[in-house]
């Protein structure tokens, strides 16, 4: 089936610090991957997406490639802030379940000043 | 344009009560669907349906109903709540194809004693 593994949090860093989470899959067919933010007491945004092997998404600063060799999308920023502070979830998207989301389990990030 | 809402925000249940979270979107999405999220599992997919009239089960589906009768809508039933059911549920919809961002509603956080 499909599944999606990342690092487990929480990871820790000083205010422009470079920032990566780790994200793997594992998938049949061609999906779709995703990050999405989710803030404290908020739900969860779109973060980023790439759609095709090779495609880079980008948004905030954040950017991910999406790896098809490595069946990776890992997530990097190149100088994080107080406000990126958040719980990042990967995710990719099923065909056969529609636009369905398979989840990671979240990796909490702290940025501290 | 609300996008995604989701009521109540906050609920306290007995085992046994049953109870309805309510989902609606003003923004004539297709596919709708129901996660639930607890910690470090990221989200789980409970129900999704592709349509008006339409449902089917997700990953989770024991001890919660569905059902599609207007686009705008797709409420979550809990037929007999147990304390397993304590979690934070989102509601999500999105445009169609599976490469489409899904918009999450706020949350709704539910404590079954």
């Known amino acids: 089936g499909n599944s999606v593994t990342q690092m487990e949090g929480p990871v820790t860093l000083s205010e422009e610090a470079f920032l990566t989470i780790n994200c793997t899959y594992t998938a049949t067919g061609y999906p779709s991957l995703f990050w999405y933010v989710q803030y404290p007491g908020e739900g969860l945004q779109l973060l980023l997406k790439a759609t095709k092997a090779d495609d880079k998404g980008s948004n905030k600063g954040f950017e991910a490639t999406y790896r098809k060799e490595t069946t990776s999308f890992h997530l990097e920023k190149g100088s994080v802030q107080v406000s990126d502070s958040a719980v990042y979830f990967c995710a990719l998207a099923r065909m056969k379940a529609g636009n369905m989301l398979t989840f990671g389990g979240g990796t909490r990030l702290m940025v501290k000043p | 344009n609300a996008g995604v809402t989701q009521t109540p925000k906050f609920q306290v249940l007995k085992t046994g009560q049953s109870m309805t979270l309510q989902c609606a979107q003003d923004m004539n999405h297709e596919y709708m669907s129901w996660y639930r999220q607890d910690p470090g599992m990221g989200l789980r997919l409970i129900h999704y349906s592709v349509g008006a009239g339409i449902t089917d089960q997700g990953e989770v589906p024991n001890g919660y109903n569905v059902s599609r009768s207007t686009t705008e809508d797709f409420p979550l039933r809990l037929l007999s709540a147990a304390p397993s059911q304590t979690s934070v549920y989102f509601c999500?919809?999105?445009?169609?194809?599976?490469?489409?961002?899904?918009?999450f509603g706020p949350g709704t956080r539910l404590l079954v004693l």
């Open positions: 999500a919809s999105s445009l169609a194809a599976y490469q489409e961002t899904q918009y």
